[in-house]
Nanobody
């Protein structure tokens, strides 16, 4: 059974920072690409950052230069450092794993809420 447990969300003022963590189980973590997704109220879930098993990273244009994704294979954990947050970053953040081009969309975790507000 694949399980993702996200944490680290909270409420922060515009310009602030948060660091999210996600622990994955039920997969061979080191061989999977890992991604962070977010879903804002009334909007579809979107992928904001990916880190491949090789370590290569890519980001959505909206977060490029502000967010950094990283991973610790020994801890089966993927992180998302978020800086210079703004109100558009508000939403529930989820992580997921990709193997052979397929995200495990049947195994979403509960997510972690990020609220950017003054």
């Amino acid at each position: 059974q694949v399980v993702f447990v996200e944490s680290g969300g909270g409420q922060v003022q515009p310009g602030g920072s948060l660091r999210l963590s996600c622990v994955a189980s039920g997969i061979i973590f080191s061989t999977n690409d890992m991604g962070w997704f977010r879903q804002a109220p009334g909007k579809e879930r979107e992928r904001v950052a990916t880190i491949q098993s090789s370590g290569r990273r890519d980001y959505a244009d909206s977060v490029q230069g502000r967010f950094t994704i990283s991973r610790d294979n020994a801890k089966r954990t993927v992180y998302l450092q978020m800086n210079y947050l703004n109100s558009d970053d508000t939403g529930v953040y989820f992580c997921n794993a990709r193997l052979s081009g397929h995200w495990r969309t049947n195994s979403w975790g509960q997510g972690t809420q990020v609220t950017v507000s003054s």
